[in-house]
């Protein structure tokens, strides 16, 4: 983690070819374009790797969630039960498309414990959105057979997970749609970019016009299509699907690396006493960005997050972040939404002025993790397991 390590002659020579025609669009320019169709391309190599029948890329993985909500038909005054860690952008595609964001705790797996989820389930909820955090994956069996005892919608926000599995199927696969990011600091990176990955074709056709000013793109040309229903420009350039296109190809070679060397700094600290590590429901199918594990107690993984620093190495201690968790989200509990729906929406938001969450805290409060790196040299990474153990030692 992150593709961006290891740009080269592979990316330059897909944005070459898109140079070379002048048509940095995605769609229309039949003939200037001669052939060369990048982003249809990568929705192809999405498909075929991920094993699902449709792929709409986006501009981003956040456009991916609110182009999934709005084809899945969430909208105003729904309730999407998601969890109090993730990136922000989870809640602010809720806002966006008018719903309301409802928090639930997370458990050791670092997101939704089921029993909180069940807990939260109102007559106004209508999808239950797991975030797959740091690489791996939630508790889909448990999640998807409550989604199905109560009639719910299931979106996995896999932004953070291209590429990792759950019990042999691809993370955003398994629920009625998925999202991925390909911003600059994700698994494979085209700058900025997303997409939505559905098994389901009547979603998918409403995440296609979503993307693109509700064009039904069954035109004989782009002045040809109809407008079933209106959209927005959420669209991918030629230019970022062809890096995207480049660095999807070498995702096998990224997940093998990182798997060994997480293997590598997991085993080195597996043997200090007191550590305990992330809960994976599926540990084969974790794609290996990040080490997450336990101190036990929260002082504990203040010191060892400060002796790991120390040490030169990156330590990521959600608990105090801004982006990734609940405690210190202050625009999430003034919730200052600038949509049509802001009245409503602010009266369901009071509850979060005052509201805490000692089970996550209880999590997040020891919880590090430490990101995984593609260039590291079998020298480098035994090197860092020994730092890295040795500083959470000197915490304990
Ligand atoms: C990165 C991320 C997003 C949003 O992706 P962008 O491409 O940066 O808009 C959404 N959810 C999670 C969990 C993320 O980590």
């Not at 669009?25 to 999405?46: N, Q, S, T, V």
């Not at 309301?100 to 807990?119: F, G, N, R």
């Not at 107690?297 to 997050?305: F, G, I, L, N, S």
Request: net charge negative.
């Amino acid at each position: 983690m992150p593709g961006y390590e290891l740009f080269g002659h592979a990316e330059r020579k897909e944005v070459n070819e898109v140079l070379e025609t002048g048509i940095l669009m995605r769609y229309g320019f039949d003939g200037p374009r001669k052939g060369i169709w990048k982003a249809k391309e990568l929705e192809h190599e999405i498909s075929k790797r991920l094993n699902v029948p449709y792929t709409q890329l986006t501009s981003s993985g956040t456009s991916a969630l609110t182009t999934a909500m709005a084809a899945l038909g969430l909208g105003a005054g729904d309730e999407i039960i998601m969890p109090t860690f993730t990136f922000v952008a989870s809640f602010e595609s809720v806002f966006s498309v008018g719903a309301i964001p409802v928090l639930v705790d997370v458990d050791d797996t670092l997101t939704l414990d089921p029993k909180a989820v069940e807990a939260a389930i109102t007559p106004r909820t209508k999808c239950v959105m797991p975030v797959h955090m740091c690489g791996a994956m939630a508790d889909l069996d448990a999640l998807k057979a409550i989604c199905e005892k109560h009639n719910l919608i299931l979106l996995e926000d896999a932004c953070q997970s291209f590429g990792a599995t759950y019990k042999g199927k691809a993370l955003g696969s398994i629920g009625h749609a998925g999202t991925f990011s390909f911003d600059f600091v994700k698994t494979i990176t085209c700058a900025e970019g997303g997409a939505v990955i559905t098994n389901d074709k009547e979603v998918y056709v409403k995440c296609d016009g979503y993307t693109d000013h509700g064009h039904d793109h069954l035109g004989v040309d782009r002045g040809a299509d109809l407008h079933p229903f209106i959209g927005y420009n959420y669209r991918i350039s030629e230019l970022h699907a062809a890096v995207g296109l480049a660095q999807v190809r070498r995702l096998d070679d990224f997940l093998a690396t990182q798997r060994a060397n997480k293997k590598v700094l997991k085993d080195a600290v597996a043997a200090i006493p007191g550590v305990t590590f992330r809960r994976l429901p599926d540990e084969a199918g974790d794609s290996a960005t990040f080490l997450s594990f336990f101190l036990p107690t929260e002082e504990a993984a203040r010191k060892a997050t400060a002796a790991i620093k120390a040490a030169g190495l990156p330590a990521f201690f959600w608990f105090d972040n801004n982006w990734h968790y609940f405690r210190q989200w202050q625009h999430f509990k003034q919730s200052a939404v600038l949509t049509p729906f802001a009245a409503q929406l602010q009266q369901a938001m009071e509850v979060y002025k005052t509201r805490t969450f000692p089970a996550s805290d209880a999590i997040m409060g020891r919880c590090i993790s430490t990101p995984i790196n593609l260039t590291w040299s079998k020298e480098e990474t035994a090197a860092r397991a020994k730092k890295l153990a040795e500083a959470i030692q000197s915490a304990l």
